[in-house]
């Protein structure tokens, strides 16, 4: 049962533009949310989070927007910078377990 | 501060026999949780540990287990290993300073365990 989902295996974008990235949650338990950026064969690093009272969170180039009514999350990477290419995962846990549950991860390629 | 580290960072074993991987939590974090990264499933839960007690456990075969100790390093053990237990095997932990509650997890870099 896929409580957290990334529809969009993959994007490209030119650098210097913005990098949207979208998640889809359907447990109403969720109350934190995160994004990591993972390169191959080495572990997931954390880029951002959100809590469920906000719906918005900005660090730097990264900016992370909370929808609760639709279930939904997004990343928005400003500018794109050819570092940015990897996998990003969106997760989402809940409270009561810290348990992370995890979507199927979109690549991301910035091209020059 | 030093990051989570993990050691291991490659194994190699075959099938049948027993594993098992280390974890140390960044200096004060006393959660310590374990996930699974295969190609097909993706990131998985395995459990979470907290002051020594399991916390949370996924779904995942009574082959897997895992403990605590007092100084929070953590040690993940899988049994009679399986083909399809060869996978990334990442140890997060969080400062969460509660039995309760949720706080940002880091990640080590991971073991690459090959079943052959």
């Known amino acids: 049962d896929q409580q957290v989902k990334q529809n969009s295996p993959s994007l490209s974008v030119q650098e210097g533009r913005i990098s949207i990235l979208n998640c889809d949650y359907t447990?109403?338990?969720?109350?934190?949310f995160l994004w990591y950026k993972k390169y191959p064969a080495e572990g997931p690093t954390f880029l951002i989070s959100?809590?469920?009272?906000?719906d918005k969170n900005e660090d730097g180039r990264f900016t992370v927007f909370l929808n609760k009514s639709a279930k939904h999350l997004s990343l928005h990477i400003v500018p794109s910078q050819p570092g940015d290419s990897a996998v990003y995962f969106c997760?989402?846990?809940?409270?009561?377990?810290?348990?992370?549950?995890f979507g199927a991860g979109t690549q991301v390629v910035v091209t020059p | 501060k030093a990051g989570v580290t993990q050691t291991p960072r490659y194994l190699i074993k075959t099938r049948g026999q027993q594993v098992t991987l280390s974890c140390s939590p960044i200096?004060?974090?006393?959660?310590v949780s374990w996930y699974q990264q295969t190609p097909g499933q993706g990131l998985q839960f395995l459990f979470e540990?907290?002051?020594?007690?399991?916390?949370n456990k996924g779904n995942f075969p009574g082959r897997f287990s895992g403990r605590q100790f007092s100084n929070s390093r953590s040690e993940m053990n899988v049994s009679t290993l399986e083909l399809g237990d060869s996978a990334l095997y990442l140890c997060?932990?969080?400062?969460?300073?509660?039995?309760?509650?949720?706080?940002?997890?880091?990640f080590g870099p991971g073991t690459r365990l090959t079943v052959l």
């Open positions: 959100i809590s469920s009272i906000k």
């Open positions: 997060a932990s969080s400062q969460i300073q509660g039995a309760f509650g949720t706080d940002t997890q880091y």
């Open positions: 540990y907290f002051s020594e007690t399991q916390r």
């Open positions: 447990n109403s338990m969720f109350d934190y």
């Open positions: 200096s004060g974090h006393r959660s």
């Open positions: 997760a989402a846990s809940a409270s009561v377990s810290r348990k992370l549950q």
